[in-house]
C-alpha cells in the first residue's frame, strides 16, 4: 500500500503563498495520475493533476497562480500556490494511483494523503 504524508499546509493572508508537498512511501509517478484535491465543507474538488502520459492540468480557478510539480527521485509531489484568495481555503489532500486519463475523476484514485489544512484570511 502507498503511503503519502502531506506538509506544508497553514495560514496566511491574502495574496500570499505557501507550499504544499507530499512525500510517497513508493514511485506514484511511473503509470498514472496523480493531483491535489481539496475540500471545503463537503465538497471536494480537483484542483492540479499530473497524468503520466502529459500534463500537468489545472482547475480553472487556480491557473496561473498554482504550480504542481514532481520530484521523480524523491517520489514527492508539490503545489506551489501564489497569490492565495480567501476561496482558496480548505484541507488539502494529495491523490496518486489515478486513472490514467481520468485525472479529474477522484473515484480512480487508490491512494490518498491525510490532508493539509489552508486558510487564507483577508
Known amino acids: 500500500q502507498v503511503h503519502l504524508v502531506e506538509s506544508g499546509g497553514g495560514s496566511v493572508q491574502v495574496g500570499g503563498s505557501l507550499r504544499l508537498s507530499c512525500a510517497a512511501s513508493?514511485?506514484?509517478?511511473?503509470?498514472?495520475?496523480v493531483g491535489w484535491f481539496r475540500q471545503t465543507g463537503r465538497r471536494r474538488e480537483g484542483v492540479a493533476v499530473i497524468?503520466?502520459?502529459?500534463?500537468?492540468h489545472y482547475a480553472n480557478s487556480v491557473k496561473g497562480r498554482f504550480t504542481i510539480s514532481k520530484d521523480s527521485a524523491k517520489n514527492t509531489l508539490n503545489l506551489q500556490m501564489n497569490s492565495l484568495k480567501p476561496e482558496d481555503t480548505g484541507v488539502y489532500y494529495c491523490?496518486?494511483?489515478?486513472?490514467?486519463?481520468?485525472?479529474?475523476?477522484?473515484?480512480?484514485?487508490?491512494?490518498w494523503g491525510q490532508g493539509t489544512q489552508v486558510t487564507v484570511s483577508s
Open positions: 497524468d503520466h502520459i502529459g500534463g500537468p
Open positions: 491523490a496518486a494511483g489515478g486513472r490514467s486519463g481520468r485525472c479529474w475523476s477522484e473515484v480512480y484514485y487508490a491512494d
Open positions: 513508493v514511485d506514484i509517478f511511473s503509470s498514472s495520475c
